[in-house]
């Protein structure tokens, strides 16, 4: 549900009533720019985990991908609310 969301990006209707075609287009590079950036977030953060796990020796990585998925976690968490704040101050004073 959460991909299908990001990714539905021929529907830049809602929420831009009023709006003129200009601000319409740039909410749709920014909608296409955020999905290419998680995507690509994503992809790096795979691979990482992934190498991990078939390069370092079992003894070696007891833990370390549970404490990375951890610290990953608390980090999304922290720019979700971080940027969730910039976003409305941004819209609330332009």
């Known amino acids: 549900m959460l991909i299908y969301a990001f990714c539905n990006v021929d529907n830049v209707s809602w929420g831009t009533k009023g709006n003129s075609g200009k601000r319409i287009q740039h ?19 795979a691979f990482i985990f992934l190498y991990i796990d078939f390069f370092m020796p079992r003894e070696t990585k007891k833990g370390v991908v549970l404490l990375a998925i951890g610290v990953y976690a608390a980090a999304i968490m922290f720019f979700k609310v971080f940027l969730a704040c910039y976003h409305q101050l941004k819209w609330m004073i332009f």
């Open 27 to 45: 909410y749709l590079i920014e909608k296409v720019s955020f999905v290419a950036d998680w995507l690509l977030y994503n992809s790096i953060l």
